[in-house]
């Protein structure tokens, strides 16, 4: 099945600077890619996702890349703010057999944006 | 975005008692609905998946006796902990979409407590 890799594991910056989140897949044939965020004590909210069509997204603030060949995509948030402290989870969704549609997560990122 | 609910936000029983978790999707029809536990500083585990009317395909490791799913409707899908331990004690979250449109939305999860 699908095995996604995500680092680091805890990542501290001062307000304004950026912040950058990498994340690996196993299965090439995953076509999905979302990056959720989730405040303490709630569930996850969906801020940015791309499909394998696509090489880069933005959004304001927040970017993902993708690289399909090395199999890795990565979340940049820049000029940081004290309100995007949380934890960051990438996922890389299933295409096919049994696993189709299931969403395998990262280990999560602890950001932590200091005034 | 849609919104998935989830009652109750949180919960409390004694050991050997039975818990039920709804997840409703408000103003969306859900073919598939996910569950997931979160442990503390950890990320999300799939338990099973749930299509509406179907029985719901449970992961590896996970019990289907123990963690019991309905999925009544478009709207609605309940998890059921039979029998709960101190060691069921987690975040339980839900999900809700269509899967073939990468839609998956998340619930604000369960705060389950076993004494």
């Known amino acids: 099945g699908e095995n996604v890799e995500q680092h680091p594991s805890t990542l501290s910056v001062q307000e304004g600077d950026s912040a950058v989140i990498k994340c690996t897949y196993s299965?090439?044939?995953?076509?999905?890619f979302p990056w959720y965020k989730q405040e303490l004590g709630k569930g996850p909210q969906l801020i940015i996702d791309?499909?394998?069509?696509?090489g880069e997204k933005k959004d304001q603030r927040i970017a993902v890349t993708l690289n399909k060949t090395a199999k890795h995509f990565s979340l940049h948030i820049t000029e940081t703010q004290p309100e995007d402290s949380a934890v960051y989870f990438c996922?890389?969704?299933?295409?096919?057999?049994?696993?189709?549609?299931?969403?395998?997560f990262g280990q999560g990122t602890i950001l932590t944006v200091h005034p | 975005g849609a919104v998935v609910s989830q009652h109750p936000s949180r919960v409390i029983c004694k050991s050997g008692t039975s818990v039920k978790i709804e997840c409703r999707s408000l103003?969306?029809?859900?073919?598939?609905m996910f569950w997931y536990r979160q442990f503390p500083k950890q990320s999300l585990m799939l338990m099973a998946t749930?299509?509406?009317?179907?029985?719901?395909?449970?992961e590896q490791g996970v019990e289907k006796d123990k963690f019991l799913i309905n999925h009544a409707s478009l709207t609605l899908s309940t998890l059921t902990v039979t029998s709960a331990h101190p060691e069921d004690s987690s975040f339980y979250i839900c999900?809700?979409?269509?899967?073939?449109?990468?839609?998956?939305?998340f619930g604000p999860g369960t705060r389950l407590t076993v004494l």
């Open positions: 999900s809700a979409g269509r899967v073939a449109y990468n839609e998956q939305f």
């Open positions: 299965d090439s044939a995953s076509n999905y």
């Open positions: 791309i499909r394998s069509n696509v």
């Open positions: 996922a890389a969704k299933a295409t096919g057999g049994t696993s189709y549609g299931k969403l395998t």
């Open positions: 103003d969306f029809q859900a073919t598939t």
């Open positions: 749930s299509n509406e009317g179907s029985k719901a395909t449970y």
